[in-house]
């Protein structure tokens, strides 16, 4: 057992140098022999089983039943198209389910956690599953531990092992200890495993075991029990599809009824009931929504945002309020410090981003650090203090490993000389203290004989590291802090944060010797003032713009940061940020307002400033009391609350911790406020594409079941047969339903309001289209069979083919006017959708083979048609798409007369122009 080992033989066992980790060769070795660090999940089902489930639905039995009353009573024909056709429709919804599997799968393998390793001495980021046994890994508060671990180095550091042991509290680990071979899973604190939680410190160890090989692994070979549930979209589409299928089943048995007593053949009523239940029921929705859903995210992955809880794509087309971060997400994180303050003096640093490159000014002209002990003590402090580092590039470039602010002080240090390296040599980091929000600072501890053998340095927010000091450092002496001095470093600390920039305060304490406990109360008092450091991070460019789109769209925008007022103000004028009558409100004035007064003020408040996690729950809380459907992001382990209680939780992708990341519905791969807007617009467009075929979908089956109805009641012969019906399902409701759900999106989709939240698939407007379409389809087929049977009178089958073909092709040139609600064909292009043209083509295709390929007219009962026929079907197949376009001519001129509080042309013309509110 790993435990039982010293740090120094589990090394040399998994052949791991302490210092450089893995050569990557080797780690490649590993993983292509031992296989991904990943828990096999249970396998799905197989091809044949997914076949077998086709022809367990409950319309699909009776079809078959209906193919096999065929065959006892000599109708092979019929028996052989039915038997065809179920055999088909079963291998495309295999087809659909399996692409579906595939597109999900993808999405979760892209949704794979990442872990911090160190190969050939460099420290990297690798996915997860890419762990192999011996990998050096770093683990850091908020992290996820990626595999199980030998630790060898521990730093304060405590993990929550809940899931695995159940003990509540986190454990402390130490490195150091070497355990008994017996010991339980809870008593072994010189290990960390698999999906337990990094709550303080740091640490780092060495991979023992990855996958199954792991103890959740173990776990997972016992229980294999997890399924996947749909989402509220696909439950109530689930739902709609259940209540059709009855519905459809209903009017159906009506119509063989009434055909039975008109004294109608039984077998020919039976099977047009049958195959009109088929055709009516769209039983490929929930297939082609997770088809839709899943190419979605992928569209949402490409524009830098992965979805990790499906329900969040629905929220989204919701969503009217974005509560960002600043730091990151606002602006680009590419910090960089500019200014730092002592000894009266604020010196001006050259140079931009990460290269140690540039000098220091004061008062115009270029000085030499080393007149200055109090500014070569700041930035020693300040680059000590830090756990990020410089490591060269390529192409003679650098890259900074951590924390963009960090990284800022360790390059404003290399720039007066002072690497990280020589100062962590000379000067040893002992212990440490890490940053938290709440204290909003960071202490280090380190070996140094001019303070007396040791000294503590605290980097932090200015005005709390100014509360912990007496002295201050200036003329390279500690004096004491004098209230005029401090409103002095006050004064300036404001003005700097008022230019934009981000301000640290650095501050020290002498040790006489380490102490026994190491506790923030113990430590960080009796302070030493040194300085300010004013760092820059610009906003990012794209952002502005972005901020615009979502007004545009109904959705405020807040910034939510724990830097100053007077940064935040500057960095929100400069993006357009604040409204006319905008608040901004600080985390000190939000403690004194109760939860309803700061409801009240929510819609106001455009900026939060100096707020700290716990701030954002009441955030979140106060504008959902508002009516609002809120995004909030964060990146930190006390942002969770906040994101778990939002509509939608966006972690950060870059900076966000495991627990973030895990918390979140939504994860920014670059961090940035842009792509929460895309992510609004692709959701958006999800949603609206599963409208869209599904008012396509019923508006067709609707007015198939109104022809067979009207024919029957009024004693018609059928207009179509059951075999003619069947096709038609199989043509028109497969790939131009699925061609919708790939739309681009219309122009104005951002242009809308934020869709209600309580509101259905089908809405009123909807409804109103649906009678439309049933009207005019009814209209038009029933007109191309009567007028057959009037040219025709002794040739039933002419008639039923220019009833066959009217409908069919007007329902493929409807999939085209169905590709927006409002918008007019020729606003959105007849050839945008290049996917529309082939579903298109291919189905005119079958249809006009059926029609005039001889052995297939036999089959489908169809008979060629001429010039004639077509001359007077033509006019006939367009009038549903008309009718369509006119309804949206309709909603428009409402929509007008609605924005001007007027009376517009056109108004109650149509259903769908009246019926405009929602279910």
């Known amino acids: 057992m790993w435990h039982s080992l010293s740090v120094e033989d589990v090394a040399k066992k998994l052949g791991t140098d302490l210092d450089h980790g893995l050569a990557a060769a080797e780690a490649a070795a590993r993983l292509s022999q031992l296989g991904p660090n990943e828990l096999i999940e249970r396998a799905g089902p197989s091809f044949w089983r997914l ?15 209906a193919a096999l009353i065929s065959f006892v009573l000599g109708e092979w024909l019929d028996g052989s198209a039915i038997t065809a056709i179920v055999i088909l429709n079963a291998v495309i919804g295999v087809v659909q389910e399996n692409k579906a599997e595939q597109a999900l799968a993808a999405l979760k393998k892209m949704a794979a956690p990442e872990a911090k390793v160190i190969r050939d001495g460099r420290q990297v980021v690798i996915p997860g599953r890419e762990l192999v046994p011996g990998d050096l890994v770093v683990l850091e508060t908020g992290n996820y531990v990626p595999a199980d671990l030998r630790l060898v180095e521990s730093v304060n550091l405590r993990i929550d092992e809940a899931s695995l042991t159940g003990e509540s509290v986190p454990v402390q680990k130490q490195a150091a200890g070497v355990l008994p071979a017996d010991a339980s899973l809870g008593d072994r604190r010189n290990s960390a495993y698999t999906s337990t939680t990094i709550t303080y410190g740091r ?28 989402t509220p979209l696909q439950v109530k589409l689930d739902q709609l599809g259940r209540w059709l299928g009855w519905g459809s089943l209903a009017i159906c048995g009506l119509i063989f009824v009434a055909g039975w007593l008109q004294g109608r053949d039984v077998l020919e009523m039976f099977m047009v009931a049958v195959s009109l239940a088929i055709a009516a029921v769209p039983e490929g929705l929930p297939a082609v929504v997770t088809i839709c859903l899943a190419l979605g995210l992928q569209r949402m992955i490409r524009r830098h945002a992965l979805i990790r809880r499906l329900p969040a794509v629905e929220t989204l087309g919701s969503a009217t309020a974005i509560c960002s971060d600043k730091t990151g997400t606002l602006t680009k994180n590419e910090m960089t410090a500019v200014h730092i303050y002592v000894d009266h003096r604020l010196l001006i640093i050259t140079g931009e981003g990460y290269r140690p490159e540039g000098s220091f000014h004061y008062n115009g002209r270029s000085v030499d650090l080393s007149g200055y002990p109090g500014s070569r003590l700041l930035l020693r402090a300040a680059a000590l203090c830090s756990d990020a580092h410089l490591a060269p590039g390529g192409n003679s470039d650098w890259q900074l490993v951590g924390d963009p602010t960090e990284g800022a002080l360790v390059v404003a240090a290399a720039k007066a000389g002072l690497w990280q390296k020589d100062l962590a040599h000379t000067y040893p980091r002992l212990n440490e203290i890490p940053f938290d929000s709440l204290r909003k600072r960071m202490t280090t501890i380190h070996a140094d004989p001019r303070y007396g053998g040791y000294v503590a340095y605290v980097k932090g927010a200015p005005d709390l590291l100014l509360e912990l000091s007496h002295k201050v450092v200036e003329g390279g002496t500690e004096r004491p802090l004098t209230e005029e001095r401090r409103r002095e470093i006050l004064a300036t600390n404001g003005e700097m944060a008022s230019n934009a920039l981000r301000v640290l305060g650095v501050a020290y304490r002498p040790l006489a010797q380490l102490p026994d406990t190491l506790a923030a109360e113990e430590i960080e008092h009796n302070l030493t003032f040194v300085g300010l450091v004013g760092m820059i991070d610009p906003a990012r460019p794209e952002v502005r713009e972005a901020i615009a789109l979502a007004r545009l769209a109904g959705i405020k925008t807040i910034m939510v940061t724990g830097d100053y007022q007077n940064t935040a103000l500057a960095i929100a004028e400069e993006l357009d940020l604040l409204s006319d009558d905008s608040l901004v409100l600080t985390g000190a004035e939000l403690e004194r307002l109760s939860d309803a007064e700061l409801a009240a003020r929510a819609e106001q408040v455009d ?33 969770a609350p906040a994101l778990k209680r939002a509509n939608i939780g966006v972690s950060m992708g870059i900076t966000g911790t495991d627990v ?49 109805f009207l024919a029957t009641l009024f004693g018609w012969p059928m207009p179509l047969t059951a075999i003619q019906l069947l096709t038609l399902n199989l043509v028109t409701d497969g790939a131009p339903a699925l061609a919708l759900g790939l739309e681009k999106g219309e122009p104005d989709v951002m242009g809308r309001p934020p869709r209600p939240v309580g509101e259905p698939v089908i809405n009123r407007q909807m409804i109103g289209g649906i009678a439309v379409q049933t009207v005019a389809i009814a209209a038009a087929v029933l007109s191309a069979f009567l007028l057959g049977l ?11 083919t220019m009833a066959f073909v009217t409908l069919s092709v007007s329902e493929l040139l409807r999939a085209y006017t169905a590709r927006s609600e409002r918008l007019g064909l020729h606003e959105i292009g007849l050839f945008s959708n290049r996917a529309m043209q082939w579903a298109v083509s291919s189905s005119l295709a079958i249809i006009l083979a059926v029609v005039y390929l001889p052995f297939l007219s036999l089959f489908f009962d169809t008979e060629p048609l001429g010039l004639r026929e077509w001359s007077a079907i033509l006019p006939l197949i367009l009038i549903p798409s008309l009718a369509a376009e006119i309804n949206k001519w309709v909603l428009r001129a409402q929509d007008r007369r609605r924005a001007t509080g007027g009376r517009g042309p056109g108004a109650g013309m149509f259903a769908g122009g009246v019926l405009d509110q929602t279910l």
């Open 790 to 800: 009037s040219w025709y009178p002794g040739d039933v089958a002419r008639a039923r």
């Open 660 to 708: 973030s990341k895990e918390t979140a519905d939504m994860v920014l791969t670059d961090d940035n406020y842009a792509s929460i807007v895309s992510a609004v617009e692709e959701g958006r467009v999800i949603y609206s594409n599963i409208r869209k075929f599904v008012y396509y979908l019923l508006s067709c089956n609707m007015g198939e079941i109104m022809v067979v």
């Open 51 to 65: 076949l077998l489930d086709q022809f367990r639905q409950f319309l699909v039995i009776i079809l078959i039943v």
């Open 203 to 230: 640490g780092q160890g060495i991979v023992t075991g990855t996958g199954m090989d792991t103890e959740i692994g173990h776990i997972a070979e016992m229980i294999q029990s997890y399924e996947e549930e749909p």
């Open 607 to 639: 900026v939060y400033a100096r707020v700290s996690p716990a701030h954002k729950v009441r955030i979140v809380e106060a504008l959902k009391a508002r009516g609002h459907v809120v995004a909030m992001t964060g990146d930190g382990v006390n942002d």
